[in-house]
């Protein structure tokens, strides 16, 4: 099993809070990724790392953003949350030269 | 533009019957496929993966294949369990950047009857 964990798993929050969903990683993997997944629907790049420092955008637009201070920890922001927001957010991770991800149980973000 | 098919969207099948999954895909240039399992509320899992050069590949009760020429795979699951309930995703990964980007399928929702 990855050690790549999230928190929170669950959340339910107000329209316009701002929110941290957190991903740690001790696998010491300098790529990190986040997608966004909608029931039965494909995952959606977000954001993702090459390592401390760098943040890139993915395929789909979104208004969250990222930081990497640390090799373990890729943290998402939003700063305002919308009902537009509710999706599921999976963090994963994957070592430099090997291309398969391994992903984190995932949070299940609700915006009221 | 790239992409990754799966079929059928969703299938019932009755505890201890076998079942096959479809993938077509159009990602180029091609490096690797995997097949994922994602229970309900969790993260996806590797089954498998296979490279360009191999049609064939056993996980278990799991059986991958690929034909790259059709650019086309199955997943075949034996003897289902109950626990074999989820969503099974099909990616595919390109060799034309850096990132290694993974092209995603929807998935096809399993769900094993006692």
């Known amino acids: 099993e990855a050690d790549i964990y999230q928190t929170p798993r669950y959340l339910v929050i107000g329209t316009g809070k701002k929110i941290t969903l957190e991903c740690s990683q001790t696998?010491?993997?300098?790529?990190m990724y986040w997608y966004q997944q909608d029931p039965g629907m494909e995952l959606h790049l977000i954001h993702y790392?090459?390592?401390?420092?760098?943040?890139e955008k993915g395929d789909l637009s979104s208004e969250s953003t990222v930081s990497r201070i640390r090799t373990e920890h890729f943290p998402l922001t939003l700063e305002s949350a919308r009902p537009s927001h509710t999706s599921q957010y999976l963090c994963?991770?994957?070592?430099?030269?090997?291309?398969?991800?391994?992903f984190g149980p995932g949070t299940r973000l609700t915006v009221l | 533009k790239n992409q990754v098919e799966q079929s059928p969207q969703s299938l019932i099948i009755l505890e201890g019957k076998n079942c096959t999954l479809q993938?077509?895909?159009?990602?180029?240039?091609?490096?690797?496929l995997r097949w994922y399992k994602q229970d309900t509320g969790r993260g996806p899992v590797s089954l498998t993966i296979?490279?360009?050069?191999?049609n064939t590949k056993s996980n278990g009760r799991y059986t991958a294949t690929l034909d790259a020429d059709t650019k086309q795979s199955s997943l075949h699951i034996t003897a289902s369990q109950l626990s074999d309930s989820a969503s099974y995703i099909c990616?595919?990964?390109?060799?034309?950047?850096?990132?290694?980007?993974?092209?995603f399928g929807r998935g096809t929702q399993l769900t094993v009857w006692p």
């Open positions: 296979m490279t360009f050069s191999e």
């Open positions: 696998m010491g993997h300098d790529k």
């Open positions: 993938c077509n895909y159009t990602v180029s240039p091609f490096s690797n």
């Open positions: 994963a991770s994957s070592q430099e030269g090997g291309n398969e991800q391994f």
């Open positions: 790392s090459y390592g401390v420092n760098s943040t």
């Open positions: 990616v595919v990964s390109d060799r034309g950047s850096t990132l290694g980007r993974l092209y």
